[in-house]
């Protein structure tokens, strides 16, 4: 069933909203946007009087019980890559196969640490759909950019299933820090109250914390995988061009390609 009613906690404006353009209106470059879907307008707004915390234990709560998949690979896919023309080159659409939703996230940053970008390429059925750019930091990191990269890829991840919790979403990054974060090492860091052990800091916590409290919430229902990056596979080397706007036009706010999809000439932008 298809969610109806959005409940932002923490955007340009908050409250109960009954549209996906709403939220993203007032959710869009908001590292810190906190929101979420429900079937009902009264299940909403029962969750907007509480936090967006005790909503994410309720949900995760009432999930507990169900199939529980591994955080990356869990599911079967097709050795064969597809590929497609780029004119320039050929770059392979899929690392693993096409799924029903593949969204692939790239972090740039220049000199590193300095100015940085994300990146988003969203594919539905093999083909790119929607191209995304923004987060831009002046002292960012090329790890903060690539944890912007994942903790915006679980957001459009959480739109996806609200709409259909039956598709298949694979959120392909090349970063191997920004995965094991978030699929590895968070689960313990909170165990021993957000510290590495021995009270060491763990660095980048509050995107990392943010991260984490929203994949635990859809994990059952994606999958994360590593691919190499600057490997010519295209929505890897979409989702780079789209960090790297990012970084050159300074956009702050996370916000949609505009522009006709013309893979060609997108893939002969400069590149991370």
């Known amino acids: 069933m298809s969610k109806k009613f959005y409940v932002i906690w923490k955007g340009a404006k908050t409250g109960v909203f009954t549209t996906w353009p709403e939220v993203q209106q007032h959710t869009a470059g908001r590292s810190d946007a906190q929101y979420m879907g429900f079937e009902s307008k009264a299940a909403a707004e029962q969750a907007f009087t509480s936090t967006y915390t005790k909503a994410l234990m309720q949900r995760s709560l009432s999930k507990k019980g169900g199939t529980s998949a ?28 096409p799924r029903d939703i593949e969204i692939y996230c790239d972090g740039a940053c220049s000199p590193n640490p300095g100015k940085s970008g994300t990146g988003l390429a969203v594919y539905e059925l093999g083909k790119v759909t929607s191209l995304y750019y923004g987060l831009y930091q002046a002292n960012g ?8 990269g994942l903790l915006s890829s679980f957001q459009i991840a959480q739109h996806f299933i609200d709409k259909d919790s039956e598709k298949s979403i694979c959120i392909l990054s090349d970063s191997k820090y920004s995965i094991d974060c978030i699929t590895k090492w968070a689960k313990g860091w909170q165990a021993k109250g957000w510290t590495r052990g021995k009270g060491e800091e763990i660095k980048n916590l509050a995107l990392v914390q943010q ?58 932008m400069q590149s991370g």
Not at 72 to 96: D, E, P, Q
Not at 141 to 148: C, V
Not at 228 to 234: F, L, M, P, T
């Open 141 to 148: 990191t090329n790890n903060t950019a690539e944890l912007n």
């Open 70 to 97: 591994a955080p990356t690979s869990s599911r079967k896919t097709s050795s064969k890559s597809a590929s497609k023309s780029t004119g320039a080159k050929n770059a392979t659409i899929s690392a693993n196969g």
């Open 211 to 268: 991260c984490y409290a929203l994949y635990k919430t859809i994990h059952t229902k994606i999958t994360i995988r590593h691919v190499k990056g600057h490997a010519n596979i295209e929505g890897n080397e979409l989702s780079d061009r789209m960090a790297v706007l990012a970084r050159v036009k300074r956009q702050e706010a996370m916000i949609r390609y505009s522009e006709t999809l013309d893979i060609k000439s997108i893939l002969a």
